[in-house]
């Protein structure tokens, strides 16, 4: 048996600015999360993962930050985090801040410097390189569109931007940079913080030279120096966000030996829905067999040498009941299958806010899409002669601002959410998709992300136990075992949305039915539309 607290923990993800809204200004802040704490508590979870809450321009929604020490006043104050972090620890929740030490914002004081002169002492807290105005150093592309590249007249200079001009990359070379943050979290763990999420934490040792970004060869030295610096010193959760890790590097990122970080966040599953080799946008369907293939790698190649982070959302990410659940008919009962399917899965279960009510993706016109991401790619592929239509297929799909509508608290007005005009236009179903009507019902989406919840407490197979993929090859269910000393447990979920037999024995004698979806489960082994069934027998 571990002992590390998060690794039976449940974390919730607020992305403030859409959760609640206390004073009226259309946007979310601290003292709206402040009077939510209630909700979280009687869901269950153990932590909160708050999107950055710095000071920022907010060119990429707080991603870019201008004072790693400072709340942002659209947010509050320093006083109201200490309230935050204060009120939630008396309900046993803890706090998690989203470090951005990849870049920061062009408004941050180091950068107003470095941009000054090249011999001003902050120059080198970035990553230039010399150049001609018009003649790039080289071809490499920022995430959000554009060249990766930025010309700075008064240095005679570009500087290296891996997602908008207005967030510059940070130099990770300099020892003086390094020292900088570590102070700066040592700060944050003096105020109390439970733990820290790094954002694309695996580009920051980058070597534009040789168009590296991700897992550049000095990055685990630089982990390994921030972790001995800082997290070491507390009792803190910390968690990489790793789109390119393997799970080797991710032994490594994660290793027992809490050298890096306590788990990564590593997106193989979350990817597979796209034409190999192209961008998200350009749709493809789930390859079902593919997804279980890449569970089951995962869960049995970190067990007892790494953790993993389980997800299917974020605030990057569309909703996955219309993703890959169905958002019409089946929703509750997809949505309650696809939280089955991964909360009895090894690793740490984190909840996207709204994720726990089945909340939808949107298909907005894009004069209401706010995202820095959606806007570039629609102008940029307009330029390029795709279709109209197309671009609006891919981004009902795959923007941002489907996880960024704001949370449905009720059927009021604005989903109760604010009192004002909301920043990003709310999803129209909120009057029957909401956290009012859910709460009390045991039979709800809420209900049942709260009783996964409960059971991970329970149960300590649920954390422990090994891992093993039944049925394969079987197109439409996503079965498995977990089982430890004491507890076999069996999850089958049929992943669709056509009634299907399953091929396995059906569980009799000692095993209990944990959880399920549906009140009728006396179909043997006939599965309903995304039926889901969780199975525990004591040995
Ligand atoms: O995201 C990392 C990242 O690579 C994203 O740009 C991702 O590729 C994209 O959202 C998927 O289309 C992190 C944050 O989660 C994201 O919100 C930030 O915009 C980004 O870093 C820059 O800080
Ligand atoms: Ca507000």
Request: glycine fraction near 8%.
């Amino acid at each position: 048996m571990n002992t590390k607290w998060w690794k039976s923990a449940v974390i919730y993800q607020i992305y403030p600015r859409s959760f609640a809204d206390s004073n009226g200004d259309g946007i979310g802040d601290l003292q709206g999360i402040i009077s939510k704490l209630d909700y979280l508590e009687d869901l269950g979870i153990d932590a909160v993962w708050l999107s950055p809450v710095c000071r920022s321009p907010q060119d990429d929604n707080g991603y870019d930050i201008s004072d790693y020490r400072d709340i942002d006043p659209m947010f509050g104050t320093l006083e109201d985090m200490e309230e935050l972090i204060r009120e939630a620890g008396k309900r046993n929740i803890r706090i998690i801040m989203d470090l951005v030490l990849n870049h920061s914002s062009d408004e941050h004081y180091w950068f107003q410097e470095a941009k000054k002169s090249r011999e001003n002492p902050y120059h080198d807290y970035y990553v230039w390189r010399d150049g001609v105005e018009g003649v790039l150093p080289n071809d490499m592309r920022a995430a959000f569109g554009g060249p990766a590249w930025e010309w700075v007249p008064e240095v005679q200079q570009y500087y290296f931007h891996q997602f908008s001009v207005k967030q510059p990359d940070l130099n990770w070379e300099n020892p003086k940079v390094r020292r900088e943050i570590y102070d700066m979290i040592n700060w944050w763990i003096q105020k109390g913080v439970g733990g820290f999420r790094l954002d694309v934490i695996d580009q920051i040792a980058k070597e534009p030279d040789h168009h590296i970004t991700g897992n550049g060869p000095r990055l685990h030295e630089f982990l390994r120096e921030m972790s001995r610096e800082t997290f070491q010193k507390a009792d803190l959760v910390t968690v990489g966000e790793t789109w390119g890790a393997t799970t080797e590097l991710a032994k490594l990122y994660s290793n027992p030996d809490g050298s890096e970080f306590s788990m990564v966040f590593q997106f193989e599953h979350i990817c597979l829905d796209q034409i190999a080799g192209k961008e998200k946008w350009d749709l493809a369907p789930l390859p079902f067999l593919k997804l279980k293939e890449v569970f089951a790698r995962w869960q049995t190649e970190l067990c007892g040498q790494g953790w993993n982070s389980l997800f299917w959302n974020n605030h990057d990410l569309p909703r996955i009941v219309s993703r890959w659940g169905n958002d019409g008919e089946y929703r509750v009962e997809s949505a309650k299958m696809l939280a089955i399917l991964l909360h009895g899965m090894q690793g740490t279960p984190y909840i996207y806010q709204g994720e726990e009510l089945g909340m939808t993706n949107v298909a907005y016109e894009i004069d209401q899409y706010q995202d820095i991401e959606t806007l570039n790619l629609y102008k940029e592929r307009l330029e390029k002669g795709y279709q109209k239509e197309d671009i609006m297929r891919s981004l009902h799909a795959k923007s941002r601002d489907n996880a960024r509508t704001p949370m449905q608290w009720s059927d009021a007005e604005n989903a109760g959410f604010t009192t004002g005009k909301p920043w990003l236009k709310v999803n129209p179903n909120y009057k029957e998709i909401n956290a009012a009507q859910q709460r009390g019902d045991a039979d709800s989406v809420f209900g049942c992300y709260k009783e996964l919840i409960r059971l991970r407490k329970e149960y300590p197979v649920l954390i422990d136990g090994t891992f093993q993929m039944l049925l394969r090859e079987d197109e439409n269910i996503f079965a498995y075992i977990r089982e430890d000393a004491d507890y076999q447990l069996l999850v089958i979920c049929n992943f669709y949305g056509q009634t299907v037999r399953c091929s396995l024995e059906e569980p009799g004698g000692s095993y209990q039915l944990l959880i399920s979806n549906y009140q009728e489960t006396n179909h043997g082994m006939i599965l309903q539309p995304y039926e889901a069934r969780m199975y525990l027998m004591r040995k």
